[in-house]
């Protein structure tokens, strides 16, 4: 296993995410608060790049008492990447498949991270 220096933690804001090449593979690096993920910038639906979506926290809609929507919401807790091409989303912390984060098969593939003396690493 390959430690990868990837950036200053400064480099990179909350919610922030940063694609880096390493030989062949891409890697997206996300930031949420103080905690750093890495992973691989494929997603598992048809290859697209998802490290390259938007950021989005959790949506969910808000349904009254006789059944009907309300509007959306956001849970500021859960935040989600959006694969650019097909709209899957898929939690960072996780990398699970948010449309059905039982199943392992839609998942994102990850790498660790690592933070020493303000600088982020991912091992590959």
């Given at each position: 296993?390959?430690?990868?220096?990837?950036?200053?933690?400064?480099d990179l804001?909350?919610?922030?995410?940063?694609?880096?090449?390493?030989?062949?593979?891409?890697?997206?690096?996300?930031?949420?608060?103080?905690?750093?993920?890495?992973?691989?910038?494929?997603?598992?639906?048809?290859?697209?790049?998802?490290?390259?979506?938007?950021?989005?926290?959790?949506?969910?809609?808000?349904?009254?008492?006789?059944?009907?929507?309300?509007?959306?919401?956001?849970?500021?807790?859960?935040?989600?990447?959006?694969?650019?091409?097909?709209?899957?989303?898929?939690?960072?912390?996780?990398?699970?498949?948010?449309?059905?984060?039982?199943?392992?098969?839609?998942n994102l593939?990850?790498?660790?991270?690592?933070?020493?003396?303000?600088?982020?690493?991912?091992?590959?």
């Amino acid at each position: 296993m390959r430690t990868i220096r990837v950036c200053q933690t400064d480099d990179l804001a909350d919610q922030g995410k940063l694609v880096v090449e390493v030989g062949d593979l891409q890697i997206g690096v996300f930031r949420l608060g103080d905690e750093f993920f890495a992973w691989k910038n494929r997603c598992p639906h048809q290859g697209g790049p998802v490290c390259q979506g938007r950021i989005y926290n959790k949506v969910f809609e808000k349904i009254d008492a006789e059944q009907k929507s309300r509007g959306r919401d956001y849970d500021a807790g859960v935040t989600h990447i959006v694969c650019p091409w097909h709209g899957l989303e898929f939690d960072i912390r996780t990398g699970k498949f948010a449309g059905a984060s039982d199943k392992d098969i839609m998942n994102l593939d990850g790498y660790p991270t690592q933070v020493q003396d303000g600088e982020v690493y991912v091992l590959v």
